[in-house]
């Protein structure tokens, strides 16, 4: 006598790319990518995440550059003119005293005048303002780098919602193959009692559709399944064709610190929060630095210069001097100037009370989703094991012909939905999970 097989079981242990040569969707070379490894490539090779980083190289390089305000400024300069009108000059006698003796005429020709220029420009007062504004660069490095931390953690969530979605899909791909087995093996069964005149036509029919239900469900599995990898394959920025498969975790199963705690570590470990404070400080260097601007510029200068082509003028000149610009009244500009800088200042300090708020309103509603996800896990979890067992009563006593392939068909129909709820359940733990890590400013 034909002898039929168990109700089918959905996997909760961890599988592994045998699943793929199963279903044709990989060769059975086809990498097998843990959870580990696919954060450590995305945070190597992830292209978002390169441009976040080369922002801190770009704030580096400013900030040398502003530091070489500090030294002395050299400068050479070269012109070449060339004289397109005779120009005279006379001096007539007595003009400059005792001299000259005599009138005395200067007349210039047409032709070339070359005039070489060399100096040493040292800022002296400038020092203190430009120290606040290295200070400040330093600052924006800073900033930099926090935005990288923050750009590390969103790939990191990326990457973990990407790779449970795919270990979700190979679930349900599993779920499918056991599914059309059952099918497969009991639509064996009804046609035989289908010749044997105990069922109907339309039953089996039904029973047909059911299992051409279950293949298009897998080839949609499938196809579902290589978007999901195509896209983990950009996050690790990788060729997206590159054929891999995925292993179980169980960091759903992990210890939740409790609230208090988490709110703690939050605080102190998102960049969110470490960049509004970055920014504060910031803006207290640009008040400082706009408040120096009512030091006078004072300039020490070294300079040189020599014309060639010319004799009616002195043709060299040595120079040592010591310079002072102050714009003495700006008509209130630069008081205006501080009043904005302040303005910043204060919108600094209520955007820090502000992030910090928000952090423990994201913090606290994460860890109220993991409760519920971790929660609805175990009910769809009995829901699932419930269902197997009706199926398997049910599928056992129809071998007897104690009851109808109707209450079969239902009990199938239940199990495929408890599947699919547990998937569910499953994959929104797992989710729920990585969010309140990334709440925390946990990689």
């Known amino acids: 006598m034909f002898k039929y097989a168990e109700p089918y079981k959905i996997l909760t242990k961890p599988i592994n790319f045998l699943l793929f040569a199963l279903f044709g969707c990989h060769s059975v070379n086809a990498e097998l990518l843990t959870m580990n490894q696919a954060l450590e490539q995305a945070l ?70 070359t005039v070489l220029s060399a100096g040493i420009k040292q800022p002296l007062s400038q020092l203190y303002k430009i120290g606040l504004s290295i200070d400040q660069f330093a600052v924006r490095e800073d900033i930099a780098e926090e935005q990288v931390r923050a750009q590390r953690q969103e790939i990191v969530k990326k990457v973990r919602d990407n790779y449970y979605k795919i270990l979700k899909t190979q679930y349900s791909l599993s779920a499918n193959e056991q599914r059309t087995i059952f099918l497969r093996e009991l639509n064996q069964l009804v046609d035989r009692y289908y010749q044997e005149k105990t069922v109907l036509q339309y039953q089996t029919m039904e029973v047909q559709a059911k299992l051409a239900r279950s293949r298009h469900e897998a080839f949609r599995d499938k196809n579902d399944l290589l978007t999901q990898q195509e896209r983990l394959n950009v996050l690790l920025g990788r060729d997206i064709n590159k054929q891999f498969s995925v292993t179980s975790i169980n960091d759903s199963l992990l210890p939740v610190p409790g609230l208090d705690e988490i709110e703690s570590i939050s605080l102190s470990m998102r960049p969110e929060v470490r960049e509004t404070q970055l920014k504060l400080e910031y803006d207290k260097y640009g008040y400082q630095i706009k408040q120096a601007e009512y030091i006078p510029d004072i300039d020490f200068e070294v300079r040189y210069s020599r014309l060639f082509g010319t ?41 820090i009370r502000e992030t910090k708020a928000r952090i423990v309103i994201e913090v606290n509603e994460r860890y109220r989703q993991l409760q519920d996800a971790n929660d609805m896990q175990q009910v769809s979890e009995l829901t699932q094991a419930a269902a197997q067992e009706k199926l398997r009563v049910l599928m056992s006593q129809y071998r007897q012909q104690v009851v109808l392939l109707d209450d079969v068909l239902r009990a199938e129909a239940d199990l495929a939905d408890a599947n699919n709820q547990y998937h569910q359940a499953l994959l929104s733990a797992w989710s729920a999970r990585a969010a309140l890590d990334k709440a925390m400013g946990i990689e």
């Open 311 to 351: 004799e009616f003028i002195p043709d060299e000149e040595a120079v040592l001097a010591l310079k002072l610009k102050w714009d003495i009244y700006d008509w209130g500009q630069k008081s205006q100037e501080l009043s904005k800088k302040n303005y910043a200042i204060q919108q600094s300090r209520n955007q």
């Open 44 to 113: 190597h090779a992830n292209r978002l995440l390169e441009n976040a980083g080369l922002e801190v190289h770009k704030a580096a390089s400013s900030l040398a550059a502003e530091r070489t305000k500090r030294y002395p400024q050299l400068h050479f300069d070269f012109s070449e003119s060339y004289n397109l009108t005779p120009q005279s000059y006379t001096y007539e006698a007595g003009v400059f005293g005792a001299v000259p003796t005599e009138d005395v005429s200067i007349v210039s020709e047409r032709g070339f005048t």
